[in-house]
């Protein structure tokens, strides 16, 4: 069975970069798509971008584009997201979400990540 | 953007009931729509994908039907642990986009 493991809870200044990853066990990095997905306390989630299954590009949310940057270490299997010119609207819980090699639908979720942008 | 639009956004039923809740997107989607289940504090838990097929272990009373842009998600016979809120997603196009929740509360 896949898990995903997150990093823990962070707290960074208005302005700062975060970078959040999620640690794949029970399967190797390359079977999936990782997508990441974020949701405000209270709201419903938000997709930030991911992987494409079908040709392996990395796509983003035009919301998130040009501020967020997905990367991948296969060597330790694990994903990377990170987030930059931080602001109070930022203050969300982040999930990497996978998708299994063959399909298009998510499958696995972290635990998710508590990023909180406070002066 | 396909906005995902559900209803309704709150419901209050008894254990043992049936329940139904509505998902609509803006343009056709096929069938690929998936929806999620979350409890307070707790990741997303996926439900169906495809809108009808179960993810592995989830119990047959969840069901889903649909295509193109209407779609239901159906729970019989609830149980205690099933309110929660669930949320729709569409995965046919980027940017992948999720309905606003619907909250299922005990009457």
């Known amino acids: 069975q896949v898990q995903l493991v997150q990093s823990g809870a962070e707290v960074k200044k208005p302005g700062a970069s975060v970078k959040v990853s999620c640690k794949v066990s029970?399967?190797?990095?390359?079977?999936?798509?990782m997508h990441w997905v974020r949701q405000v306390p209270g709201k419903g989630p938000v997709w930030m971008g991911g992987?494409?299954?079908?040709?392996?590009?990395?796509v983003y949310a035009p919301k998130f584009q040009g501020r967020v940057t997905l990367t991948e270490d296969t060597s330790t299997d694990t994903a990377y997201m990170e987030l930059n010119s931080l602001t109070s609207e930022d203050t969300a819980v982040y999930y990497c979400?996978?998708?299994?090699?063959?399909?298009?639908?998510?499958?696995?979720w972290g635990q998710g990540t508590l990023v909180t942008v406070s002066s | 953007d396909i906005q995902m639009t559900q209803s309704p956004s709150s419901l209050s039923a008894s254990v043992g009931d049936r329940v139904t809740i509505t998902c609509r997107a803006s343009q056709g989607i096929s069938k690929s729509l998936a929806w999620f289940q979350q409890n307070p504090g707790k990741a997303p838990r996926s439900l169906i994908f495809a809108a009808s097929s179960l993810q592995s272990g989830v119990p047959s009373r969840f069901s889903g039907s649909g295509s193109g842009t209407d779609f239901t998600l159906t729970i019989s016979g609830l149980q205690p642990e099933d309110f929660a809120t669930y949320y729709c997603?569409?995965?046919?196009?980027?940017?992948?986009?999720f309905g606003g929740g619907t909250k299922l509360e005990i009457k």
């Open positions: 029970g399967d190797t990095l390359t079977e999936l798509s």
């Open positions: 997603q569409q995965y046919n196009t980027y940017p992948l986009t």
């Open positions: 979400v996978a998708i299994y090699s063959g399909s298009h639908e998510f499958d696995y």
């Open positions: 992987l494409d299954p079908d040709d392996g590009e990395t």
